[in-house]
């Protein structure tokens, strides 16, 4: 093997290997006989204890056992200790599941190791900062939550990366990857905006698509319409200052912080009333940005076009995921994890893009790699500044380091956006071009 080839091979399997490496370590803390310097590697990467590993894969497991035994799982019941099911009824059909409950930790480790050696398709880093850069985020915060969480987050995210690798590849392939969406968008919904990827098929193929999926729409909501709407409306609400992102945060959090409820427990946060003015204000704020983005889509556009085909599709995949989960909906920091998926395209557009869009280009890294980390960050303050500055103060730094990764979102989204509207932008400029090409040859 030459010297290029297995440099090469390093730049496209070192990020896999250090996120195993680092997996490998958490599972041996927590199998040693001490388990607090597990906990407290947890409690400063923001968090929280649960009473095991993999607690999210077992609640899966109990729902659908739940379900099974003739309880109503959409809402709170004691099957479940209190708590209820939000994710597609779909998962409560597939009953073998919960005969792996007596497995859940080696279905959590086996579902993160898949996580981790699917890092392994996307496009090889190209440079040692770009590698070590790639290598911090598979190793982040939000990385390291949805594997503790064994959260269904993480398959979906591998499956978002085959969707990349069969859309990179001949028609049939194509066709595979869109039907795996669709399967995907039944378990949870979001992905189904990964369809955006079809702006680049001819116009019957689309038509074709989108035929297939109206039916198999129809076929969901015949079957499953019980549960369908139950548990998207009731999609957690969390407290917008602390791990989860989202268009309604800032918003939220200032009506908060301007007429507080009367208690600041997690009930009443999760009860208030978000004022009708806030509520104007995040629809002002999503136009604003939306208006941005769209200004902003020329320069993006052409640095797309300087992308291979699997940087742009993973760049798609990735940016699609975050932007229509951060607008619609409040997101627990692991979902942060589909935003690996844009780095590779964004280190190559800041390595072959003129000045003034490298440093942007760079800038959304940064911001990336700091949201993907920002856990870390934010416990570390909010344990540091009431010893340091008193805690009135103390609270002061809190809101202060909210409202900077507030904005660090909102940069982050419209810049994504922007991306999405150059890739369609292109996508139909293309359509049009073939289009025209087509009709010349008729009259030929």
Same mark, same amino acid.
């Given at each position: *093997?030459?010297?290029?080839?297995?440099?090469?091979?390093?730049?496209?399997?070192?990020?896999?290997?250090?996120?195993?490496?680092?997996?490998?370590?958490?599972?041996?803390?927590?199998?040693?006989?001490?388990?607090?310097?597990?906990?407290?590697? @947890?409690?400063?990467?923001?968090?929280?204890?649960?009473?095991?590993?993999?607690?999210?894969?077992?609640?899966?497991?109990?729902?659908?056992?739940?379900?099974?035994?003739?309880?109503?799982?959409?809402?709170?019941?004691?099957?479940?200790?209190?708590?209820?099911?939000?994710?597609?009824?779909? @998962?409560?059909?597939?009953?073998?599941?919960?005969?792996?409950?007596?497995?859940?930790?080696?279905?959590?480790?086996?579902?993160?190791?898949?996580?981790?050696?699917? @890092?392994?398709?996307?496009?090889?880093?190209?440079?040692?900062?770009?590698?070590? $850069?790639?290598?911090?985020?598979?190793?982040?915060?939000?990385?390291?939550?949805?594997?503790?969480?064994?959260?269904?987050?993480?398959?979906?995210?591998?499956?978002?990366?085959?969707?990349?690798? @069969?859309?990179?590849?001949?028609?049939?392939?194509?066709?595979?990857?869109?039907?795996?969406?669709?399967?995907? $968008?039944?378990?949870?919904?979001?992905?189904?905006?990964?369809?955006?990827? *079809?702006?680049?098929?001819?116009?019957?193929?689309?038509?074709?698509?989108?035929?297939?999926?109206?039916?198999?729409?129809?076929?969901?909501?015949?079957?499953?319409?019980?549960?369908?709407?139950?548990?998207?409306?009731?999609?957690?609400?969390?407290?917008?200052?602390?791990?989860?992102?989202?268009?309604?945060?800032?918003?939220?959090?200032?009506?908060?912080?301007?007429?507080?409820?009367?208690?600041?427990?997690?009930?009443?946060?999760?009860?208030?009333?978000?004022?009708?003015?806030?509520?104007?204000?995040?629809?002002?704020?999503?136009?604003?940005?939306?208006?941005?983005?769209?200004?902003?889509?020329?320069?993006?556009?052409?640095?797309?076009?300087?992308?291979?085909?699997?940087?742009?599709?993973?760049?798609?995949?990735?940016?699609?995921?975050?932007?229509?989960?951060?607008?619609?909906?409040?997101?627990?920091?692991?979902?942060?994890?589909?935003?690996?998926?844009?780095?590779?395209?964004?280190?190559?557009?800041?390595?072959?893009?003129?000045?003034?869009?490298?440093?942007?280009?760079?800038?959304?890294?940064?911001?990336?790699?700091?949201?993907?980390?920002?856990?870390?960050?934010?416990?570390?303050?909010?344990?540091?500044?009431?010893?340091?500055?008193?805690?009135?103060?103390?609270?002061?730094?809190?809101?202060?380091?909210?409202?900077?990764?507030?904005?660090?979102?909102?940069?982050?989204?419209?810049?994504?956006?922007?991306?999405?509207?150059?890739?369609?932008?292109?996508?139909?400029?293309?359509?049009?071009?073939?289009?025209?090409?087509?009709?010349?040859?008729?009259?030929?």
């Amino acid at each position: *093997m030459g010297r290029i080839m297995r440099k090469q091979l390093v730049f496209r399997v070192f990020p896999s290997f250090t996120a195993c490496v680092v997996f490998l370590i958490f599972l041996a803390l927590y199998q040693a006989t001490d388990r607090n310097f597990y906990y407290v590697i @947890l409690k400063f990467q923001g968090i929280p204890k649960a009473a095991h590993p993999f607690s999210d894969l077992s609640s899966i497991f109990i729902a659908i056992s739940c379900k099974a035994n003739g309880v109503n799982v959409f809402h709170p019941n004691q099957c479940m200790g209190g708590g209820e099911y939000n994710y597609s009824p779909l @998962l409560l059909r597939l009953t073998w599941l919960s005969d792996l409950r007596p497995f859940l930790d080696w279905c959590g480790i086996f579902l993160s190791v898949l996580c981790f050696m699917s @890092l392994v398709l996307l496009p090889p880093s190209e440079s040692y900062v770009e590698m070590i $850069a790639r290598s911090f985020a598979s190793i982040s915060s939000s990385m390291i939550f949805a594997c503790e969480r064994g959260n269904l987050d993480l398959f979906i995210f591998c499956c978002v990366i085959y969707v990349g690798w @069969l859309n990179m590849r001949a028609v049939g392939f194509r066709m595979v990857s869109y039907i795996l969406i669709c399967a995907l $968008a039944a378990m949870k919904y979001y992905p189904i905006t990964l369809m955006a990827l *079809m702006a680049r098929e001819k116009i019957s193929y689309i038509l074709i698509t989108l035929t297939a999926i109206a039916a198999l729409l129809v076929i969901f909501v015949i079957h499953l319409h019980v549960g369908i709407s139950t548990p998207s409306l009731s999609i957690p609400r969390v407290g917008p200052l602390g791990m989860d992102f989202g268009a309604i945060n800032v918003p939220f959090g200032l009506s908060i912080l301007l007429s507080p409820p009367p208690s600041m427990s997690v009930a009443a946060v999760i009860a208030y009333r978000i004022p009708l003015w806030a509520e104007f204000g995040m629809i002002v704020l999503v136009l604003c940005s939306v208006i941005w983005s769209f200004y902003a889509r020329t320069a993006y556009q052409i640095s797309l076009r300087d992308l291979t085909l699997e940087q742009k599709i993973f760049l798609i995949s990735g940016s699609v995921v975050i932007v229509t989960c951060f607008y619609i909906a409040q997101n627990i920091v692991y979902r942060e994890i589909f935003l690996l998926l844009c780095l590779p395209g964004l280190f190559k557009i800041s390595a072959a893009s003129e000045r003034g869009m490298r440093m942007r280009s760079t800038k959304v890294i940064v911001a990336i790699l700091f949201l993907m980390w920002e856990e870390l960050f934010r416990v570390a303050i909010a344990t540091a500044a009431p010893p340091l500055f008193g805690v009135k103060l103390g609270f002061g730094v809190d809101i202060l380091f909210w409202l900077f990764r507030e904005f660090i979102w909102w940069y982050l989204v419209v810049q994504l956006l922007a991306i999405i509207i150059g890739f369609l932008s292109e996508s139909l400029i293309n359509l049009r071009m073939g289009a025209g090409h087509r009709l010349l040859r008729r009259f030929d």
